[in-house]
């Protein structure tokens, strides 16, 4: 390459820093949000690669960048950026769209480590792995022969039907999509809003799609003690209070990746945030 700084021309200099710092050229200050044991392995994980990193306790300082939990919600993430120095970096986890237009008014960039298809189906196997761990947890039977009804057929969906096909259950997938409801023939198929008396056959009820459902008079219909997991953020599958207050094991499972396998989930985000530090 002629003229290697051309290639970062129309670069801002934060991302320059960044690319020389991965290069060993320069240290840059990096902040972690140890709040949870994901993000307490991702802080050593960061050093090992060569980054200034250090521990995020509410003051921003001069840092180059920081990283959050990716479950960190939108509003939490807008109030960082408030006290973020013009040209910072916040690396967070959520799509919201007024998260990049409070990022751009601020002169902040932020960096969605979840808008990366690697991180994601890595992602998944990890959350559905955390869902798989609180079936056994959470129920007093084997779940080989169980019935299991999974709304949505993302990739969260597609690696926990494979995970509980594999161990003998009847596996029921409610999807809208026809491309989905295909990609599901293995296992019971459903149209959303349809078929409702295999639903009350269901002893498991696993939702990832981030929106309402699942109403209130379907949950009234399940039998007592059904577990409900949800899987999909804000706004929910299904009203999780109003479950558990008729009688329905209802459990919010955010951020799974991070209590079920926190130094692989460490992993997966140390490489997609670096990825995404390094965009040009």
């Not at 003229?3 to 020389?20: E, K």
């Not at 084997?142 to 969906?157: D, Y």
Request: hydrophobic residues 45%; proline residues 3%; aromatic residues 8%.
């Amino acid at each position: 390459m002629n003229n290697p700084m051309g290639v970062f021309a129309t670069c801002s200099l934060n991302a320059y820093i960044l690319f020389r710092a991965s290069k060993g050229g320069i240290s840059i200050k990096l902040l972690i949000d140890k709040s949870d044991d994901r993000m307490k392995y991702l802080e050593s994980i960061m050093r090992e690669r060569g980054y200034d990193a250090a521990a995020y306790d509410g003051a921003v300082g001069e840092c180059d960048a920081l990283i959050v939990s990716p479950a960190k919600r939108p509003d939490a993430l807008c109030e960082i950026m408030e006290r973020m120095p013009r040209g910072a970096t916040l690396a967070g986890g959520q799509k919201a769209d007024e998260v990049y237009a409070f990022a751009k008014k601020k002169g902040v960039r932020y960096v969605n480590a979840a808008d990366d298809e690697v991180f994601a189906l890595k992602n998944a196997v990890a959350t559905a792995e955390g869902a798989l761990m609180l079936m056994l947890e959470k129920t007093d039977k084997v779940l080989q022969g169980a019935a299991v009804a999974i709304f949505g057929f993302g990739r969260i969906a597609k690696s926990l039907s494979a995970m509980l096909y594999a161990l003998g259950v009847r596996v029921h997938v409610w999807a809208r999509n026809p491309i989905d409801i295909a990609n599901a023939a293995r296992y019971g198929t459903h149209r959303l809003g349809e078929d409702d008396e295999a639903l009350l056959d269901c002893e498991i009820v696993v939702n990832t799609v981030p929106a309402r459902i699942i109403s209130n008079e379907q949950l009234e219909r399940l039998k007592k003690g059904t577990l409900l997991i949800e899987l999909a953020s804000s706004p929910y599958g299904f009203d999780a209070e109003y479950a558990s207050k008729i009688g329905l094991n209802s459990i919010v499972a955010a951020g799974i990746p991070a209590k079920g396998a926190p130094y692989s989930a460490a992993v997966y985000l140390a490489d997609s945030v670096e990825n995404k530090l390094l965009e040009v």
